[in-house]
């Protein structure tokens, strides 16, 4: 890029040259605090919140900020969540089915 004139880093205004420098720390410091609080919960808290944590940005896009949401996007979203329920469910049932079997009584 500094070959062909488009850097920005050396090359731009002293604002420009912070915030890029900024990005850094505003990148890495929720990373960590988010590695140092998963530390503290269960596995399964934290898969759960992963789980559902798409959804919950697509609301706050929707719902605060305004995005549009058509019927194509409807669409989209509830084949998604048809196809976790019904990945859920399997999964569920098949963990129920083994839970089942190994305390049957052995003969």
Do not use: N
């Amino acid at each position: 890029l500094v070959a062909s004139g488009q850097d920005h880093f050396v090359s731009s205004s002293l604002s420009d040259t912070a915030l890029l420098i900024g990005c850094g720390p505003v990148t890495a410091i929720p990373l960590l605090l988010f590695a140092f609080g998963a530390k503290l919960l269960r596995l399964s808290t934290i898969g759960i919140m992963q789980y559902i944590a798409p959804t919950i940005v697509f609301l706050i896009a929707v719902l605060i900020f305004g995005e549009p949401f058509g019927s194509t996007q409807a669409i989209a979203f509830g084949l998604i969540w048809t196809a976790l329920a019904i990945y859920s469910w399997s999964m569920f049932s098949s963990a129920r089915k083994a839970g089942a079997t190994s305390r049957a009584p052995a003969a």
